[in-house]
């Protein structure tokens, strides 16, 4: 299988591996056993498929040719928990069977604790999908049936491009929170000082410059000659 693992660790986890399982889903078919699909090392996030992937996920798709719709078939990957006695307190993720006959890559999410190294949850993704979810089209039918894509999934599955990608949680910035109002003495809130008007402010200024011009006018000087004027009486 060819293998392409990316890493997103918030901090450095120590060496281990963990084991996923896989299984097909649907409601009309007896719950099917989990088989073990993987081992996924932490220290290096990458993920060595069981020799017996391609056999299985054919098993899957004989399986579904049992039942007459198998639209709703799920394909689910199911982390295993050290310690658990029981397959019910492993964690899953499910998607629609069907994709499988389009996929060329896929993405195995393991979420960790804060603080730990080992996952708690996982999430699978694969890729390409239509945009719309619905099942991919076939050029023998328009749609492509689960029991089909776990065929074409089986026989591609060794060049798959798979990554691992661990992801611890984070924590939300703290919000910004408003200074208190100010108190007096008496535990009331301060009220502020209203504004000032604009005449309030600068009425000095308004004083002066009337002043100013008050001044600078003056009255009429009475002894200034007058411009113009007529003709005085003429001797003889």
């Keep these: 299988?060819?293998?392409?693992?990316?890493?997103?660790?918030?901090?450095?986890v120590s060496a281990a591996d963990v084991v996923l399982h896989h299984r097909v889903f649907?409601?009309?078919?007896?719950?099917?056993?989990?088989?073990?699909r993987a081992t996924v090392s932490l220290d290096t996030a990458t993920v060595e498929a069981?020799?017996?992937l391609a056999k299985d996920l054919v098993a899957f798709s004989e399986a579904l040719q049992t039942l007459d719709h198998t639209a709703e078939a799920l394909y689910q990957v199911a982390l295993e928990h050290e310690g658990d006695t029981s397959?019910?307190?492993?964690?899953?993720?499910?998607?629609?069977a069907c994709y499988l006959s389009k996929t060329s890559a896929d993405t195995?999410?393991?979420h960790l604790s804060?603080?730990?190294?080992?996952?708690?949850?996982?999430?699978?993704?694969?890729?390409?999908?239509?945009?719309?979810?619905?099942?991919?089209?076939?050029?023998?039918?328009?749609?492509?049936?689960?029991?089909a894509a776990l065929k074409t999934f089986a026989n591609k599955v060794q060049r798959l491009n798979s990554t691992v990608l661990l992801k611890r949680p984070e924590t939300p910035p703290l919000p910004e929170l408003r200074a208190p109002p100010p108190l007096t003495p008496e535990g009331e809130v301060v009220k502020p000082v209203p504004e000032k008007s604009f005449i309030q402010k600068y009425w000095m200024y308004?004083?002066?410059v009337v002043l100013i011009l008050a001044v600078g006018s003056g009255p009429e000087d009475p002894e200034q000659p007058r411009r113009g004027g007529g003709g005085g009486g003429g001797g003889q």
């Design 206 to 208: 308004m004083v002066a």
């Design 108 to 110: 195995i999410l393991l």
């Design 1 to 12: 299988m060819k293998l392409f693992a990316v890493a997103a660790v918030l901090s450095v």
């Design 50 to 52: 069981v020799p017996t």
């Design 26 to 36: 649907h409601p009309d078919l007896p719950a099917q056993p989990y088989l073990k």
């Design 114 to 147: 804060s603080g730990e190294s080992i996952p708690f949850a996982i999430d699978y993704f694969v890729s390409p999908i239509p945009h719309d979810g619905s099942c991919p089209q076939t050029k023998s039918s328009k749609t492509s049936s689960p029991s």
């Design 87 to 96: 397959e019910a307190f492993w964690d899953y993720s499910s998607v629609k």
